[in-house]
């Protein structure tokens, strides 16, 4: 999970909220909460609507958000100024967790903040405008670079900074890399960041998905994908298999990094590869590790969350209804040098 400090209210009350592509609702962990469950967790930071001065209740609205894990959370809504990376937006509808499920409760962050577009949004009885909508509605970032950029980084980059820009993108981080943007039409009617991705790769082979589309979700730990992709590639790992105990995709711990398949999916018509370090997420069981791209079941759309965004530079064009990517620079030479 990647969480970024958000200041909320005046004065400004800071949270970690986990910036989320594939929703639309910023909601917070607030004193409306049960008692018994702001007891048993200390560490979150918790909003206290009536220590804002800005703070406005909207009445007779609620919300109500259910994910793709099963987790879910509700509560009531008001406005207030959000200050997102010295970004301060005015007026944003904020979200008042009252009910939360124990995933939530048992996480590290205090909340998330919704970057996908606000058709999707659940507040009733009308929904409300995301925080990047509003930036947008009140000149916040520049007519000509009406986006969002992620730079996500993993575990092991010590030395590197995960982060997200509004407004601009980061052109040293574009430059290093050595090649331009590579561009792609999103479909937003259906609220997410989704565009065409129709085929993928396995150590060089090409597997046609023929009217195949993913989705680009931060808010996603792992890549699911069809099972046939899949198939393909675990069956290019040693000793990989299906584990019905585990529901999932898992092979030998001590696989080789050079004995993994090389493999990348489609962005619109260009390829991206993954990092063969994220093609393993966690332990399994004894010996085996829980791969990071897993079977997206019966959804038809492919959830291309961290393990495959950690490999590039990804940008989020609201303004023109594109997705950008760039191959990390680190990656392009590792793959010249196989």
Known sequence: MYLATVGIGTPAQNLKLDFDTGSADLWVWSNKLPSTLLSENKTHAIFDSSKSSTFKTLEGESWQISYGDGSSASGSVGTDDVN??????KNQAVELAEKMSTTFAQGEG??????????INTVQPKSVKT????????????????????????????????FYTFGFIDQDLVKTAGEEVYYTPVDNSQGFWLFNSTSATVNGKT?????????????????????????AIYSAIDGAYYDQEVQGWIYPTDTAQDKLPTV???????????????????????????????????MTMDILGDTFLKSIYAIFDVGNLRFGA?????LRQSLKSE
């Open 84 to 89: 997102i990376g010295g970004v301060v937006v």
């Open 110 to 119: 205090d909340g998330l903040l919704g970057l996908a577009f606000s058709n």
């Open 131 to 162: 925080p990047v909508e509003n930036m947008i509605l009140q000149d916040d970032i520049p007519k000509s670079a009406e986006l969002f950029t992620a730079k996500l980084d993993t575990w092991r980059d010590t030395d590197d900074e995960s």
């Open 207 to 231: 597997i046609n998905r023929s009217g195949n589309t993913a989705i680009a979700d931060t808010g996603t730990t792992l890549a699911l994908v069809d099972d046939d992709t899949c198939e």
């Open 264 to 298: 990348s999916f489609a962005v619109g018509e260009k390829q991206f590869v993954v990092q063969k370090e994220d093609l393993a997420f966690s332990e399994a069981k004894t010996g085996y590790v829980y791969g990071g791209i897993q079977s997206r079941g019966d």
């Open 326 to 330: 760039v191959q990390r620079e680190e």
